[in-house]
């Protein structure tokens, strides 16, 4: 459907489409949004773990799952969440 569309605005209008020319580096021109959301309020994220876990300490560190359930995050957060609370009171002791 979408091409006898097509075909049939370049008979009957004269329109034709024009094709959007990429600079050569296409991926370096737009922003990396993702790049941009990881690292976006990890600080925040730091504290309210602190603040959700306070009794966390060396050989007590929560699971990844209960990580993920209290601070509804997901696996990857989770393991930073898990790794600076585990660095935080290693470094305490």
């Known amino acids: 459907m979408g091409t006898e569309l097509l075909t049939w605005m370049r008979r009957n209008t004269g329109?034709?489409?024009q094709p959007s020319i990429a600079s050569g580096d296409a991926?370096?021109?737009a922003?990396?949004?993702l790049a941009r959301r990881r690292h976006s309020g990890a600080p925040g994220l730091l504290a309210a773990a602190e603040e959700?876990?306070?009794a966390a300490g060396a050989g007590n560190v929560p699971s990844l799952r209960?990580?993920?359930r209290e601070l509804h995050i997901?696996?990857?957060k989770a393991q930073r969440v898990q790794a600076h609370l585990a660095g935080r009171h290693a470094n305490a002791v």
Do not use: L, S, Y
Request: proline letters at 17%; aromatic letters at 6%.
């Open 74 to 76: 997901g696996q990857g």
């Open 27 to 29: 991926a370096a021109d």
């Open 52 to 54: 959700a876990f306070p």
């Open 15 to 17: 329109m034709r489409p």
């Open 66 to 68: 209960e990580i993920q």
């Open 31 to 33: 922003p990396d949004e």
